[in-house]
T-cell receptor, first 115, second 114 residues
Framework: DGGITQSPKYLFRKEGQNVTLSCEQN?????MYWYRQDPGQGLRLIYY???????QKGDIAEGYSVSREKKESFPLTVTSAQKNPTAFYLC??????????????FGAGSRLTVL | AQTVTQSQPEMSVQEAETVTLSCTYD???????LFWYKQPPSRQMILVIR??????QNATENRFSVNFQKAAKSFSLKISDSQLGDTAMYFC???????????FGKGTKLTVNP
């Protein structure tokens, strides 16, 4: 079945540590996205990528980094510079349409907790 | 910049009844897309319905329909014959209008009661 796989589902981190969240898709989608979800805040875009080896900052990119070396993979690193990293992280992908008609397919999410 | 507002943080409805979730948005563009996404307790987001701004006809998907009022910049979601499985967070989203990114509202938590 085609879809998006995020791992791990739950992750605990000590302050000062970097962690990497994995996102893999087998939908042959060009575009991939990372969102952060906090209670009462909706979804906020961290980074997105339209093609391999290219990505753009979203609205809350500070303290995060990404790479897009393969079409199917878009890992997110939460660095120690992110002051409040405890959140639910969602990865998504879509066929890229500059018109804004992109229908996103989401992964099941990763819950990061900083101890 | 486009903004999306969902004014109802929480709603509840009895099973088999109809409920309407509100969404308003702000844009100066004429061509854009509007979406409703559902996030059940499992946290897996799925698309419920999509509306193209240049289409006059309101989109429908089975028990889900929208009331798209372009002049009023309103995009409400109506769920008919509510089922327990409709219990979820519902997010309204705006796409296009010169931006490559989707803008999401803060969500409405819907509970369907037996």
């Amino acid at each position: 079945d085609g879809g998006i796989t995020q791992s791990p589902k739950y992750l605990f981190r000590k302050e000062g540590q970097n962690v990497t969240l994995s996102c893999e898709q087998n939908l042959n989608h060009d575009a991939m996205y990372w969102y952060r979800q906090d209670p009462g805040q909706g979804l906020r875009l961290i980074y997105y990528s339209q093609i391999v080896n290219d990505f753009q900052k979203g609205d809350i990119a500070e303290g995060y980094s990404v790479s897009r070396e393969k079409k199917e993979s878009f890992p997110l690193t939460v660095t120690s510079a992110q002051k409040n990293p405890t959140a639910f992280y969602l990865c998504a992908s879509s066929i890229w349409e500059s018109s804004g008609a992109n229908v996103l397919t989401f992964g099941a999410g990763s819950r990061l907790t900083v101890l | 910049a486009q903004t999306v507002t969902q004014s109802q943080p929480e709603m509840s409805v009895q099973e088999a009844e109809t409920v309407t979730l509100s969404c308003t948005y702000d844009t100066s563009e004429s061509n854009y897309y509007l979406f409703w996404y559902k996030q059940p307790p499992s946290r897996q987001m799925i698309l419920v319905i999509r509306q193209e701004a240049y289409k006059q006809q309101n989109a429908t998907e089975n028990r889900f329909s929208v009331n798209f009022q372009k002049a009023a910049k309103s995009f409400s979601l109506k769920i008919s014959d509510s089922q327990l499985g409709d219990t979820a967070m519902y997010f309204c989203a705006f796409g296009g209008g010169g931006s490559e990114k989707l803008v999401f509202g803060k969500g409405t938590k819907l509970t369907v009661n037996p």
